[in-house]
């Protein structure tokens, strides 16, 4: 029978659902996974996400959802993670079109409803700033989460809210999280990781990436990009809960402020009102700074200089570990040129890596 997973934020979430429908149910029958393709700039260096008129090769599922095959490609010059991730996973990726808001999502999942007939739909999140109220210090991309949220509300069909990792996006603290979740559905381990492990080599989520290293057993703090807090590497990293999706709703002021809107401008204006800023905004600003960036060849040795001096500012403030994401930012390289770092280091330091993660040992 059909499983429906909405990744509420694109990104990593869709490779925590491929991990997580794996974990409760088996490799047998694979999820239809929903999500958006709104990578970071590294991977598409045009802010916001992606629509069905930036792919070639898209397939139609019903009149208003395109899934996302291996053999799809973007549009020049947008970028997405899409189809590798679909030539490395046996799920179906559907993918969420924001460009009519709300109201345009939730039609998406009535026609989803209406063709699968699924025998259950979760809206899974990663981290956890699901449940933000908007107004929070540390949060700083509640527009994707806020959108899908206002629209699972609104189909015809229960939908069931999974948080994973609470606190590892960064955003919102573990200890804000605990009062609203509810049941144990899951606690992740290193079996469970084995089915995206190659995924993780590539991808460049954070929060996923901290999911599965928890899972896999790594503890102490990890320093990621943007974050204005250490994130906690703890034994509630690898946990799957439920939490009530109304009460989700009632407490995130922009998913109620979106619920009627009609287009992505709109529901981005909405972000600006209630949370100061908006994603999108901040896309835009960063891919201004960045277009006239050339990447330069890799020097080993004044790159590996500089990693010892990051390395012993970051164990001073009781850092233990990174991601390759963060590391590619803190040693001033452009994010193109991740890849070509995490393999040096690997090839390096090889005692180091934490997988998917870098590890800071306590002595240089």
């Known amino acids: 029978m059909t499983r429906l997973i909405v990744a509420a934020g694109g990104g990593g979430d869709a490779v925590a659902a491929a991990m997580l429908d794996v974990a409760l149910y088996g490799d047998g029958d694979p999820a239809v996974i929903l999500t958006y393709a709104w990578d970071r700039l590294l991977i598409d260096p045009v802010p916001g996400p992606r629509d069905p008129s930036n792919f070639t090769g898209l397939r139609p599922l019903t009149p208003a959802v395109w899934t996302v095959p291996a053999t799809a490609s ?8 899409l189809p590798r991730l679909a030539a490395d996973l046996p799920h179906t990726l559907a993918l969420i079109d924001p460009r009519d ?32 109220q908007g107004d929070e210090p540390t949060l700083k991309s509640p527009l994707a989460d806020a959108l899908t949220l206002a629209a699972c509300c609104q189909v015809n069909a229960p939908v069931r809210l999974l948080l994973a990792g609470p606190g590892l996006d960064g955003e919102l603290p573990a200890a804000d999280l605990r009062p609203h979740l509810h049941a144990l559905v ?158 040096l280091l690997i090839a390096t330091r090889p005692e180091q890596h934490t997988a998917p993660l870098w590890h800071i040992p306590a002595e240089a």
């Not at 973007?74 to 993670?81: F, H, L, N």
């Not at 109201?103 to 025998?119: F, K, M, N, S, Y």
């Not at 994603?279 to 835009?284: A, S």
């Open 186 to 343: 899951h606690t992740l381990t290193p079996q469970d990781v084995g089915p995206v492990a190659a995924v993780l080599e590539w991808h460049p989520s954070e929060a996923t990436a901290m999911l599965a290293a928890t899972a896999r057993g790594a503890r102490g703090t990890c320093q990621v990009r943007d974050a204005r807090l250490p994130v906690p590497l703890t034994d509630e990293g690898p946990t799957v809960h439920q939490a009530d999706l109304d009460d989700a709703f009632n407490r995130n002021r922009l998913a109620r402020a979106v619920a009627t809107t009609t287009s992505l401008a709109e529901a981005e204006q909405h972000s600006r009102e209630i949370c100061g800023y908006s994603e999108i905004d901040y896309e835009r600003n960063k891919a201004t700074w960045l277009k006239d960036r050339q990447p330069a060849p890799l020097e080993p040795d004044a790159i590996l200089s500089r990693l010892d001096h990051f390395e012993a500012d970051a164990r001073d403030r009781g850092i233990t570990h990174t991601t390759f994401r963060h590391l590619t930012e803190a040693l001033s390289l452009p994010g193109t040129q991740r890849t070509e770092l995490r393999d």
């Open 74 to 81: 973007p549009v020049a010059p947008a970028g997405s993670a």
């Open 101 to 132: 808001g709300v109201e345009g999502i939730t039609r998406q999942l009535d026609e989803l409803v209406t063709h699968l007939a699924p025998a259950s739909i979760d809206l899974l999140d990663v981290g956890g700033d699901i449940l933000a």
